[in-house]
């Protein structure tokens, strides 16, 4: 009788595993002496340009509308007829010889008059829009001491309280609702981004507090809007950039692509806006605050919103121009930069294509009613299309479009010199019992047969 017993052992090595990306250091040096020179000059000229003292207008706009803000409910609403005005013309300039004249019942929530009821002449066009009992309104109360105030709209208020208030309409109270938008907003971003999102909520603060702090009283003071808005948007897109991407290689790239883009549209814009005449007096909006400020330069405001108003579509791309060489490089270390930034633009032209529509789609979109305005006087479209708003709306979309196609294939390139010149953090996962680069082996044992209880016969293959 025999008996064969075998009893395999297994050894695998391992090979290597490509790690996080680490910047070589003359990388390093490259970058930041680059950097750092851009931001010094930011930090400088924020220094110089921030605004000192009190802008002009500051003074009249706060008294430009007498009386106080109070806030209502809507009890009841109606409607009648009246006599035209010159407010009611139609599209072809004639003066209706009756129109629509509306008013509201409104239960006064806020100030003196708090719980009595008042009532209050609105736009035709709100009325038919739609008001109902319960919604949410906002008026301004007039006392009697603002006599020419009270004057001028003691027609179209014919119901003053007993003590002589006056209320107008101002608009919907849109407060709970936005407030609710918002916060919804800031929950999702914060749980799907978590830490990221939360640090985007925070750069978007920093934008906006920017734009209050710095941009507005530097542009009523009259300081050059080119500078103001490259610099303003240079400092925020450095704080943004980093608080949401991290302090990295990669961000460092999309903040260098991000401001050769800025830069650019700042030149092109304040160039488009000198030579096609954009000096912003298209709007109602922009006569008054011409005539409140002491007839500030509307040129710049322009100047300013346009390179603003791209701000984030051109981050968006140079963060995803770097990203993707990180990634393709991530996957095909020995790609060169020729290689790389091939691959990396054939994203790039895809994103281009998208972004261009998408700035083009929401200008257009915003621009509705003026363009439903313009079809209505049947203008001819050449004529209407180097009008002084719709002109804004195309240098907007155009410098914008220009810069983003001209900040891919630098950040493109900028991100593939990058990551060629790094090198890659590799570590070797080894087996405790086996050395690390032994190929592997199967070891059989054989068991003594019954005839040669002394002699053991022991064989090893190689796989």
Not at 69 to 91: F, H, I, N, Q, Y
Request: proline letters at 5%; glycine letters at 10%; charged letters at 15%.
């Amino acid at each position: 009788m025999g008996g064969h017993h075998s009893h395999a052992a297994t050894a695998t090595s391992s090979g290597d595993e490509t790690g996080p990306f680490v910047a070589d250091r003359r990388v390093v040096v490259i970058l930041l002496a680059v950097l750092i020179p851009i931001l010094v000059a930011t930090g400088v000229a924020l220094v110089v340009l921030w605004p000192h003292g009190t802008p002009p207008g500051t003074q009249t706009s706060t008294t430009a509308v007498a009386g106080d803000r109070v806030s209502g409910v809507v009890r009841s609403s109606s409607a009648k007829t009246c006599e035209g005005e010159s407010s009611d013309r139609l599209p072809d300039g004639t003066i209706p010889s009756t129109a629509t004249c509306a008013s509201v019942v409104a239960r006064i929530e806020s100030g003196p008059d708090q719980g009595k009821d008042v009532t209050v002449n609105i736009p035709p066009q709100v009325y038919r829009a739609g008001i109902s009992p319960g919604d949410r309104v906002d008026l301004t109360r007039f006392s009697p001491q603002d006599a020419n105030e009270a004057a001028a709209i003691d027609d179209a208020n014919p119901d003053a309280l007993p003590n002589g208030n006056v209320y107008a309409w101002v608009d919907f109270s849109r407060g709970l609702p936005l407030t609710v938008l918002a916060v919804l907003f800031a929950l999702l971003v914060i749980g799907v981004a978590r830490l990221r999102g939360l640090a985007a909520i925070a750069g978007l603060a920093i934008a906006y507090l920017t734009i209050i702090k710095f941009m507005l009283p530097a542009l009523r003071l009259g300081e050059n809007a080119v500078a103001v808005a490259v610099v303003g948007s240079i400092a925020v897109m450095t704080l943004v950039l980093y608080l949401a991407h991290g302090i990295s290689a990669k961000t460092t790239t999309a903040l260098l692509g991000t401001i050769f883009g800025l830069v650019l549209s700042g030149a092109i814009t304040a160039w488009a806006a000198s030579t096609a005449h954009l000096n912003g007096l298209n709007t109602e909006d922009n006569y008054v605050v011409s005539q409140l400020t002491g007839g500030l330069d509307l040129s710049g405001i322009i100047v300013c919103g346009i390179i603003v108003a791209g701000l984030g579509v051109l981050n968006d791309v140079t963060i995803t121009q770097a990203s993707a060489i990180w990634e393709i490089h991530g996957h095909a270390p020995h790609l060169g930069v020729r290689a790389l930034f091939s691959s990396g633009m054939r994203v790039g032209r895809d994103h281009l294509a998208s972004t261009v529509y998408t700035i083009a789609f929401a200008y257009a979109g915003a621009a509705l009613p003026t363009l439903i305005l313009i079809d209505l006087y049947q203008q001819p479209w050449a004529q209407v299309l180097t009008s002084g708003q719709i002109a804004e709306e195309i240098v907007r979309t155009l410098v914008g479009s220009i810069g983003l196609i001209l900040a891919i294939p630098v950040t493109t390139l900028i991100a593939a010199l990058i990551v060629t010149a790094g090198r890659s953090r590799t570590k070797r996962q080894q087996n405790p019992h086996t050395e690390p680069v032994a190929p592997t082996y199967r070891l059989e044992q054989t068991t003594p047969s019954p005839v040669h209880h002394t002699e053991h016969a022991h064989t090893r293959r190689l796989l």
